[in-house]
């Protein structure tokens, strides 16, 4: 079989199942930006079919949907250089997604670390849906032929299972159709973790707000969620590598770090040996500076929805210009007669 040179497209999604935090900025939508402006075409999805995989309030969804959208839009992405929308509109996602129901195995979602940490001890109770969303996912990556994925680490497992997918439907139809696809993880602060306890990731809706940073978060907020942020009671060491057995320093320094596009090295050769008294104030001067202009923007935005749907709605239909031949194709090659 001759292999099928496929064109670079990024494809990444963020869902909607509350507010954007710090942890979906540094971790997804700054890279995302980095990879428009690199020139690479792009397509970014809020995947509130994902959203609903646990309870959520409809109205709520409505407006997390539109404020993932406004925190991308104020982050940098331009819907006239990506391809920005929200996945309900493009119905192609559910229906490749079934097909791919069928392709994986539940053996390969069995074994997905991030459905065990989410429905925890009461799996049973868990949605289908939860159980099956890397299934999802992986047809929204590969409806567009997505060869590039810029994820935070905690998805990389689910990337490596769009490969398997990929490779498996090739396989078992003898054609080499779907791409497989690399996961991007790079850089300082691609996972930021809970506030309150260094061994979590920080989460949209984890318990308490205090956990996390929301990209809404006024200043004083802000500050203070830095302020009473977790440490320990040594001083902040002089090199990264002592930084191993001490997860909340670890954060905060690496969070500085992502925001200052730099590294652990050069925070530690600035506060290296120091307490927490200066780094903690400005960690949150140097959060609310990046952060400030980004919320103005979103705010902005959102006092506009009608504004914010119709972009959606135009990107969609940019989307699934791409995405309903892919569709249509996998029908034939699958033997699902269509019109
Ligand atoms: N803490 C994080 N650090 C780094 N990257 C993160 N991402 C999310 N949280 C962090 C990255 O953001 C993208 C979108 O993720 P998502 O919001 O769709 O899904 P999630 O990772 O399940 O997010 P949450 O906030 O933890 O959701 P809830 O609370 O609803 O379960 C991904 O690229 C992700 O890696």
């Not at 497989?180 to 707000?209: A, F, Y």
């Not at 090295?265 to 001067?285: I, M, Q, S, Y």
Request: glycine fraction near 8%; proline fraction near 5%.
């Amino acid at each position: 079989m001759t292999q099928t040179t496929f064109t670079p497209r990024a494809f990444s999604g963020i869902k909607p199942s509350g507010g954007l935090t710090l942890g979906n900025y540094l971790g997804a939508i700054k890279r995302w930006v980095a990879m428009q402006d690199d020139g690479m075409e792009t397509v970014y999805c809020v995947v509130d079919m994902h959203a609903i995989t646990v309870w959520q309030d409809p109205a709520e969804l409505r407006d997390a949907t539109r404020e993932v959208a406004a925190g991308m839009l104020a982050s940098g992405i331009d819907p006239a250089r990506s391809i920005l929308f929200n996945q309900a509109r493009v119905a192609e996602h559910a229906e490749l997604a079934w097909i791919f129901n069928c392709v994986a195995r539940v053996g390969w979602m069995n074994r997905m670390t991030q459905f065990k940490d989410k429905a925890g001890k009461n799996a049973e109770k868990a949605s289908l849906g939860l159980y099956a969303y890397p299934a999802l996912m992986a047809a929204d990556i590969l409806l567009y032929h997505g060869t590039h994925v810029p994820v935070g680490e905690d998805q990389k497992q689910h990337v490596e299972l769009t490969r398997d997918i990929a490779a498996k439907f090739n396989h078992d139809y003898k054609v080499d159709f779907f791409p497989l696809t690399e996961p991007v993880i790079e850089g300082p602060g691609m996972r930021v973790m809970n506030l309150r306890d260094g061994s979590k990731k920080m989460s949209k809706s984890g318990d308490s707000d205090m956990e996390r940073i929301n990209m809404l978060d006024d200043a004083d907020t802000i500050a203070k969620k830095f302020r009473k942020a977790r440490t320990d009671p040594e001083p902040l060491p002089e090199a990264p590598a002592d930084l191993a057995d001490r997860p909340e320093a670890k954060n905060l320094i690496d969070i500085y770090a992502a925001l200052a596009d730099t590294g652990a090295e050069a925070v530690l050769a600035e506060f290296g040996g120091e307490g927490w008294g200066r780094f903690k104030p400005a960690l949150a001067d140097l959060a609310v500076d990046k952060l400030a202009p980004i919320s103005t923007e979103m705010r902005r935005l959102l006092d506009d929805p009608a504004e914010i749907d119709r972009t959606l709605a135009a990107g969609a239909d940019r989307a699934r210009a791409i995405a309903a031949p892919v569709l249509a194709r996998t029908y034939d090659i699958v033997g699902l007669l269509r019109d």
